[in-house]
């Protein structure tokens, strides 16, 4: 028996809701999980209402290893797979393709295992990565979709706190020139990051809205406009504006069918200016490779999740040496907490990379019984 032996894997179910005001302007339902739930069609759920599972993975060294799953998680996944890792040795697990069958539970076993691994060598998470670029990864301020005549001010809230950039979803419905004029009058210098969610619907209607709010000047760029599928419409619009057009590519959305090649593709088409990249450790860092080959810059994005995965994005982030843009790192803007201990250290628009070994977190025992809506545990002992 060695001591970097998986002994016990403890899940811990939760839901965090959001502040109060901060999703969507009052009087605007628009939930923003697009995926299917448990039978209900995408767009129909909020994401705050959904379980998130926190993960202590237990060596028989004592250490422990955190992860942090996606929302909207299988029970019977995490079971499964649980009891395939009891016994195995982390020091000799590649860590670079886990024994895990590609499912969207596993980047939370891996943030636990890499961050286990990471703790018994004594150092930072990022150095399983080959090292920091950067001892602070940019970040931006976020918001769903907000009413006109508040959203100037709202803005300004973010911008008096040192944040740059703020990034809003959008669709057809929303007042997109409205929007970007009382920034530039309440926020001037303050950044937009429209991301439509593919809900513009076709190349017409993204060309109509690109055209009416770049002369305004404050769009950094606009992330998936279109369905991700028209990258012939993506190229075209490209040709007719002069905002960047990026892609996200969300490996996580694996019922979406999306992938590492997503980004190869894109390249090839002449679609995108950069990318969103949602994904762990070591697929990750293959997208950060494509997109610095490419020469094209990137940001780290989320599910407006809880402190473990933040703490994992700041890791990646700092590793990587395309992702330059503001990452959505924001759950303590959001979420009534994080639960962490003591949270990431956010000075905008930047958030430091943790110094101690693994991810360099601790979670908050009191937060976590207070959010905790169900728990199990998986053993050598059955």
């Keep these: 028996m060695t001591a970097t032996r998986i002994k016990a894997l403890y899940f811990e179910e939760v839901v965090v809701p959001a502040h109060e005001g901060v999703i969507n302007s009052d009087g605007l339902d628009k939930p923003l999980h697009m995926l299917p739930s448990r039978g209900k069609p995408g767009w129909s759920v909020q994401f705050d209402t959904l379980p998130k599972v926190i993960l202590r993975l237990e060596l028989e060294n004592g250490v422990i290893g955190l992860g942090e799953f996606y929302r909207d998680h299988s029970w019977s996944v995490l079971e499964t797979v649980a009891h395939s890792l009891i016994g195995l040795d982390v020091s000799e697990i590649c860590l670079q393709s886990l024994p895990i069958a590609l499912c969207r539970e596993y980047d939370g076993f891996e943030c636990a295992i890499w961050d286990a691994a990471a703790k018994c060598l004594g150092v930072p998470l990022h150095r399983l990565l080959g090292g920091a670029v950067r001892d602070k990864v940019c970040v931006g301020a976020w918001s769903s979709h907000r009413h006109t005549s508040e959203v100037g001010v709202w803005a300004r809230g973010y911008q008096d706190q040192g944040f740059d950039c703020i990034k809003f979803k959008a669709d057809l419905e929303d007042d997109l020139t409205g929007l970007c004029s009382e920034i530039a009058q309440h926020a001037p210098g303050m950044k937009i990051i429209l991301d439509p969610n593919q809900r513009f619907e076709n190349l017409g209607e993204a060309k109509r809205i690109a055209r009416q709010i770049e002369g305004i000047g404050n769009v950094l760029l606009l992330e998936d406009p ?57 697929k990750f860092q293959q997208l950060d490779n494509v997109a610095h080959t490419a020469n094209l810059p990137c940001w780290h994005g989320s599910e407006i999740d809880l402190g473990i995965l933040e ?16 990452s959505d790192i924001f759950s303590r803007m959001i979420r009534q907490h994080d639960l962490l201990k003591k949270p990431l250290n956010v ?3 930047f958030v430091a990379v943790p110094t101690g070994p693994g991810l360099g977190v601790e979670l908050d025992r009191d937060a976590m019984e207070k959010f905790k809506t169900a728990e199990k545990t998986v053993t050598d002992r059955g």
């Design 347 to 349: 000075t905008p628009p």
């Design 311 to 326: 703490a994992m994005y700041v890791h990646q982030a700092a590793a990587a040496p395309s992702c330059t843009l503001p």
């Design 226 to 282: 279109m369905p991700r599928w028209m990258l012939q419409d993506f190229a075209r619009l490209r040709a007719m504006t002069s905002i960047p057009i990026f892609l996200h590519v969300s490996l996580p959305y694996i019922l979406q069918g999306q992938r590492p090649y997503d980004a190869v593709n894109a390249l090839q088409h002449g679609a995108v200016d950069g990318f969103n990249f949602n994904a762990g450790l070591a």
